[in-house]
């Protein structure tokens, strides 16, 4: 009896400082808006173990290795709506300089196929792109062509018949594919599994002939000769498959989609101040050199691309422009 | 026998003290987390910890998730058992039976079972890991959209057939969780279901508050206004009657020999799971048992079988992990962001290039399972006395915690209003003696009926033929033929017993705990119960 009281109390003072403990980190954050922030919130927009929120635990662990940063930034996750629920955590803190969000490409789709979204991308200041994750294009081992306009010529044989496996009708390669079809006048089924094991699955099964994503996905079934890349969605061939040519090579227009399509960077809240900005550019510039970094995006499949200012600018203004006509041709949502 | 050697070399790696060490730390921190659902999932844990393992060589750092991700479990089992709150969506099904025993005096006997048969069954998943892991990998490989849409289809027809003395009602629960399962946005079209224009909503409404509010508040609630002074359990004195008995093991050996294989078997598949495995099992047992009338209003194999899956289900999840890098569920994909962090790339050369890796997981999960059973057998009176604590602590306790769960979902208050709803639906559904578990079951095989069915209608141009030409699937359909046929039997024969719909059960109606029936009870249902094991 005794014994379990006790539990059952500590349960309960447990339970009490958690809630007390998260009241005095949110109340202190939003406080502090001088140029050196005291405390970092770092927004992702993954649950924990997720891919976004994996990327910011590693990326202060290397900064407070490497003592870039003194302080932890904690990683604040924020799940809701693929980006949507982080973007409004950040717009509703205009001006702060405590919070700093991880966004993905899949940001600008989802707000662009959301008619009533909360947030943009645009709402928000950029701060740096870090990392971009060249997609490739991926089949069974065993099937007749070797380059995707093989497959494409396939498709033409048999129009709205071969299939390609993939996530949501809002991803990225899903875009990809809807670009290709419009500039080849081909039509081809799109599969969606909500996880990338199943995926992988439906093309060794043979219900699946393609499927659009990082190197890293299909690695190991390369090397175990399950599967075989048909071509790269990108200007420059990958490294590790020389043979493999990019579709331009392979005479398949991109229409406008830029080369980089699935970039990761760090973003901060509406107004944040320049001299906030440029504090958390020159942590992040520095950090993206260091050995532990370069090492850690090798092993995601990531290739560093660290871009600032105008360039970045640029550079987002450019993917949303050419993804609005795809997005806009989908079946409207909401 | 080279898999053999290995599985020995493997368990010679893992059996070092500062592993035994690591294995004890990360079972009682899976039992602390599934017990209180303010500390987050599983998954969740095992994530934050992630650089506190790195720091650990590999095959300690893994042998501690295995630790956690069997700890959880088996809290999950106990929080179920002894206070109806599901903490873990495979044991929704132990709240039809397990605490129906609970309320009946035998909690500590239904928890015995639920870690002996989780004992068993985890051996048995092990073995069948160390020996026949390519095999089933090739079976898994096969088991696509048309394939889960069959065993989903098998998966609700359970929650038909469990819907207890009123279809009526059953069916109302039922679409109810159907319902609430189409809330988000949907995959396919990318249209929003029911969000209202949250985004709170567009992930679909969380598991855990919907369990928080059904199961744990609304108990609390109904108890609080009905025995304000009456014990709300009989709580056994003697520690003889805290373990199954012998009769209880007897009883349920076909059960614990099912579940392994049925959950060994789904947790293979990517994507399988031991939610599904876990209610399969549960509906195999019901519908081969000689009474299944009783089942819901407390019967061991009710809680042997699903538990024995929901344990097997371990070894089934690293087959395709590690023999095809592809996680199964949300545990395995974090064990999956570990190994890549620690330079193993898993795959299909996992096994040949990295045996000092892969061996000791496997045996670690084997080491995990035999500490788990041997840290709560001891406990099991501690954690029965629990019962014992008088309501006006034991319920303000479990308000806080439900609070704090839902709140730590996604860090939401959104999710707080949404379990205040919950726990208004749960208790109505009380009030008017609704079962929770069939919209619970619904809620989770729901969106993965839904999605196998329409990857499967993408494939074959919308024709439903698909189901019977693809091999695999017709066999499912026609066991789920059978389980039809049998419950209908069933219920034929069984009218004069009436059974007692499940949660609804008055305390006092059990006095003397029943004994398992004997087998002679109901002749003449042999000739059927061969076909589907």
């Known amino acids: 009896m005794r014994a379990s009281l006790r539990v059952t109390a500590a349960a309960a003072s447990v339970a009490l400082a958690a809630t007390a403990a998260t009241a005095c980190n949110s109340s202190n954050a939003s406080s502090s808006s001088g140029s050196t922030p ?83 991308l645009s709402d928000l200041t950029p701060i740096a792109e870090i990392a971009d994750e060249t997609q490739v294009i991926a089949a069974p081992e065993n099937a007749p062509y070797s ?58 099964r043979g219900d699946a002939q393609i499927d659009i994503g990082a190197e890293s996905d299909f690695h190991d079934q390369i090397v175990a000769h399950k599967l075989k890349l048909i071509g790269i969605v990108s200007d420059q061939r990958l490294a590790g498959y020389p043979q493999v040519s990019t579709l331009t090579q392979q005479g398949i227009n991109l229409g406008q989609l830029p080369a ?60 949303t422009r050419s993804v609005t006509p795809l997005v806009n041709s989908l079946p409207k949502s909401g | 026998m080279s898999a053999l050697h290995n599985l020995a070399d493997g368990l010679g790696t893992a059996l070092s003290l500062t592993n035994l060490l690591w294995v004890l730390v990360g079972v009682i921190l899976g039992t602390l987390v599934g017990i209180m659902p303010g500390f987050g999932n599983p998954a969740a844990v095992l994530a934050l910890l992630l650089p506190v393992t790195l720091r650990l060589p590999p095959a300690t750092g893994l042998i501690m998730m295995a630790g956690i991700y069997h700890g959880a479990k088996f809290a999950g089992a106990t929080t179920a058992i002894l206070l109806n709150i599901p903490t873990e969506t495979s044991s929704i099904v132990l709240c039809l039976d397990g605490h129906e025993l609970a309320k009946k005096g035998r909690a500590g006997p239904a928890m015995g079972m639920s870690a002996v048969s989780g004992f068993v069954a985890s051996t048995v998943g092990v073995i069948a890991l160390t020996f026949l892991a390519p095999t089933v990998a090739n079976f898994a490989i096969k088991f696509g959209p048309p394939e889960f849409a069959a065993l989903m289809l098998f998966g609700l027809l359970l929650v038909i057939t469990m819907t207890g003395r009123s279809p009526i009602k059953g069916f109302i629960s039922m679409a109810t969780g159907l319902l609430l399962a189409t809330v988000g946005v949907d995959l396919f079209s990318g249209a929003q279901r029911y969000t209202f224009g949250r985004i709170e909503l567009f992930d679909g409404v969380p598991f855990l508050v919907l369990t928080l509010g059904m199961f744990a508040v609304a108990e609390v609630l109904v108890n609080a206004e009905q025995k304000l002074n009456a014990p709300l359990f009989t709580v056994p004195r003697k520690i003889r009657e805290l373990l199954p008995s012998r009769d209880d093991l007897r009883g349920c050996r076909g059960a614990i020999a099912q579940g392994s294989v049925v959950g060994f078997l789904i947790g293979a598949l990517p994507g399988g799971g031991s939610t599904i495995g876990s ?35 371990a070894g089934g999840a690293m087959i395709p992990l590690l023999s095809l890098g592809l996680p199964g569920n949300a545990s395995t994909a974090v064990m999956l962001a570990a190994l890549v962090l620690y330079g193993v790339q898993p795959g299909p050369l996992l096994f040949t290039n990295h045996p000092e890796i892969v061996w000791p997981v496997i045996a670690s999960l084997y080491i995990g399972n035999v500490a788990l059973l041997v840290l709560n057998l001891p406990l ?28 730590s979902v996604n860090q939401s208050t959104f999710d707080v209003y949404l379990l205040i709803g919950f726990s208004a639906l749960g208790y109505a559904f009380r009030k008017l003696s609704i079962p929770a578990a069939p919209l619970l ?54 009218r004069p017993v009436v059974p007692a719909p499940a949660g609804t059960v008055s305390v006092e109606a059990a006095g003397a705990p029943p004994a398992e029936p004997a087998p002679s009870s109901s002749p003449a249902s042999s000739p059927e119960r061969s076909d589907i094991s």
């Not at chain 1, 875009?175 to 990338?196: N, R």
């Not at chain 1, 699935?262 to 001299?275: E, K, L, N, Y």
């Not at chain 1, 020159?282 to 290739?303: D, E, F, H, S």
């Not at chain 2, 196998?452 to 091999?471: D, G, H, K, V, Y």
């Open chain 2, 441 to 494: 079951m619904a809620f989770v095989l729901g969106p993965q009926a839904e999605t196998a069915l329409r990857q499967s209608l993408i494939l074959s141009n919308n024709s439903p033929a698909i189901f019977f030409e693809r091999p695999i699937s017709a066999t499912v359909l026609a066991c789920a033929a059978v389980v039809v046929v049998l419950a209908v039997y069933g219920k034929v024969r069984g």
């Open chain 2, 279 to 313: 209610f399969v099992s549960y509906s195999l047992v019901r519908s081969t048992s000689k009474d299944r009338a009783r089942f819901g209003t407390g019967v061991m194999a009710g809680v042997a079988g699903p538990e024995a899956a929901n344990n097997s289900e």
């Open chain 1, 38 to 120: 005291q405390v970092t919130q770092f927004v992702v927009d993954t649950g924990p173990g997720g891919g976004s929120d994996l990327f910011a635990r590693q990326l202060v662990k290397i900064a407070m290795s490497k003592k870039i940063i003194t302080q932890n930034w904690p990683v604040f996750d924020d799940p809701n709506g693929g980006g949507l629920g982080a973007m409004a955590t950040l717009k509703a803190k205009p001006g702060s300089s405590s919070y700093i969000a991880a966004f993905t490409s899949k940001w600008i789709i989802a707000a662009l196929s959301t008619p009533n979204t909360p947030a943009k």
């Open chain 1, 260 to 319: 980089q399509l699935q970039f990761r960077g760090i973003a901060g809240p509406p107004d944040m101040s320049p001299s906030a900005v440029s504090y958390y550019q020159g942590r992040l510039a520095k950090l993206v050199k260091t050995p532990a970094w370069v090492n850690y995006l090798k092993t995601q499949g990531l290739t560093a691309h660290f871009v600032t200012g105008a360039a970045l600018k640029a550079l987002l203004a450019t993917f």
């Open chain 1, 147 to 204: 380059t995707m306009s093989g497959f494409i010529a396939a498709a033409r044989a048999h129009p709205g018949q071969l299939v390609q496996t993939g996530g949501s009708i809002n991803s990225v390669d899903n875009l990809i594919a809807l670009e290709i079809e419009k500039e080849t006048g081909t039509k081809w089924k799109y599969l969606s599994f909500d996880d990338g094991g199943p995926r992988i699955t439906a093309l060794l």
């Open chain 2, 380 to 407: 099991i009176p501690l954690w029965v006395r629990l019962l014992k604590v008088p309501y006006w602590i034991l319920y303000p306790c479990i308000l806080v915690l439900a609070i704090v769960g839902a709140y």
